[in-house]
């Protein structure tokens, strides 16, 4: 027995370092490459390592993939182009101010009016002879019922305020275009925020099962040590405890892979799951945002700035607009009318005046002061929106760029840790095969190791979504 103690150690050690070397699956580019850990001389008095046992699980099982795949970052933009409600949306709002501004034009185009009219006469009187009291037995009017055709065409020929008017609705169709460029630069920054979300969901759901493994096979070898009795119950169940903690990762992993999957479908206008492909390319990705939009030199060419900058331009044209309503107007017009029977002043079926009228509304109660107040206070509105909205890109445009090296620096730290890591897991298994280590640092180191895989997981693709956020920071963007 004690000769076989030797070899069961070093059969233990190197199995149970399976948590601490754990075999990575090729994981998705990341934004920063990974120094590889520090070669470790092969030590002489290390024997060679056995074969790992099979280890069957059913969490060990990959999750199932997507019902919808996408494989580049154009498919992507394809999709959202055709059922972005948020861009359908912003190109309803262009539609609906080019119909105002259609509707400002149309007061001071010429209009034309035709209409008719029947009337019929319930109480008559008695026809008389001309300067006369003699009735002549006739009833009028006859006939009772009369019926007549009128044609009225109106031109305006001074109305300025209609003018002014129109060229502030051209304006503000100009402020909703500028409103749908930065929907644009929103959409395309969550895209990319939900494809690098997926990509990172899947390599965690991929770390996350290779770490179970990992202990599941601390846990076969603890218990075959144990049943020849070099290892006790307690060695054993704590492996199994750190199975347990790796089952709830394998849990959490894939539930946030099932949600990034449903998030990334929503951005891109479906209710069924996306996933992407294993292999796509997140450099890529950030390349092809910077060839869909336009890096701009400063916050104030940022698409929610100018337009927040054309709305005080537009509340002060709304002001201009009451003041126009203080001139006259002046319009002609001219009335083609026609009954079946002789009326008006020529006494003739047929009637056709011209005329001219000028109207100027001299008080009307107030209201248009009261327009003016309201055209007032709306231009501090605009300008205080105008002041945040600058005030907030300055401070986004800033912490895009600090994020980008703090995500920089983490990734620096969490991969010198997971070196660590991985070095401490090496030496751990060293001490127990020399005889001075013990099954709780085989166990302690490899949960280390798994935590420092995971941060640096997590952390290589942060660095991906800070340098894509603070690109879309100060950009304008156009599908």
């Not at 050690?13 to 601490?20: K, N, Q």
């Not at 890529?284 to 054309?310: F, G, I, Q, W, Y």
């Not at 693709?461 to 690109?471: E, G, K, P, S, T």
Request: aromatic fraction near 4%.
């Amino acid at each position: 027995m004690k000769k076989a103690i030797p070899w069961l150690a070093s059969t233990f050690v190197l199995i149970a370092s399976v948590g601490a070397a754990q075999p990575a699956a090729p994981a998705a580019p990341a934004a920063a490459p990974r120094t590889p850990a520090p070669a470790t001389p092969p030590a002489s008095a290390a024997p060679a390592e056995p074969e790992l046992p099979t280890i069957d699980d059913p969490m060990l099982v990959p999750p199932p993939t997507a019902p919808h795949v996408i494989r580049t970052w154009r498919e992507g933009l394809s999709l959202i182009k055709a059922n972005s409600t948020s861009l359908r949306s912003a190109l309803a709002r262009i539609d609906q101010a080019r119909a105002r501004a259609r509707q400002a034009t149309a007061a001071y185009l010429p209009t034309l009016d035709a209409g008719a009219s029947v009337v019929h006469e319930i109480i008559r009187g008695p026809e008389r002879v001309p300067g006369t009291l003699i009735e002549t037995g006739n009833r009028i009017p006859d006939p009772a019922t009369g019926f007549g055709a009128r044609v009225e065409a109106r031109v305006p020929l001074f109305v300025p305020r209609s003018w002014y008017d129109q060229n502030t609705a051209e304006q503000a169709v100009d402020v909703v275009r500028l409103d749908e460029e930065e929907v644009n630069r929103q959409v395309i920054g969550a895209v990319a925020e939900a494809i690098v979300a997926n990509v990172t969901a899947e390599r965690l759901a991929e770390v996350s099962r290779v770490s179970l493994k990992s202990a599941l096979s601390t846990v076969d070898l603890n218990k075959r040590r144990a049943a020849l009795g070099a290892s006790s119950t307690l060695d054993v169940l704590r492996a199994e405890q750190e199975v347990q903690l790796a089952r709830a990762d394998v849990v959490r992993a894939d539930e946030t892979l099932m949600r990034s999957r449903e998030d990334l479908g929503i951005v891109l206008g479906s209710i069924d799951a996306y996933g992407v492909m294993p292999d796509i390319r997140l450099d890529a990705l950030a390349a092809d945002a910077r060839a869909t939009c336009k890096t701009e030199t400063s916050v104030a060419t940022r698409p929610d700035v100018k337009a927040a900058n054309a709305r005080v331009a537009l509340a002060e044209r709304d002001l201009g607009s009451v003041d126009w309503s203080f001139w006259p107007r002046l319009d002609a017009a001219s009335a083609l009318n026609w009954s079946p029977r002789d009326f008006g002043i020529n006494n003739r079926r047929v009637t056709w005046s011209i005329s001219g009228t000028l109207s100027w509304a001299l008080f009307e109660g107030g209201l248009r002061y009261g327009q003016k107040d309201e055209a007032n206070a709306n231009i501090r509105l605009a300008r205080e929106t105008l002041t945040d909205t600058r005030r907030r890109a300055e401070v986004e445009v800033t912490q895009a760029a600090r994020t980008v090296k703090v995500a920089e620096a983490n990734l620096a730290v969490s991969t010198r840790a997971r070196e660590i890591a991985a070095e401490t897991a090496r030496l751990s298994r060293v001490a127990y095969m020399n005889g001075s280590g013990t099954s709780f640092d085989l166990v302690d180191t490899a949960r280390t190791h798994r935590e420092a895989e995971l941060d640096l997981t997590i952390k290589e693709f942060q660095v991906m979504r800070a340098r894509i956020a603070a690109l879309l920071s100060l950009a304008s963007c156009k599908l």
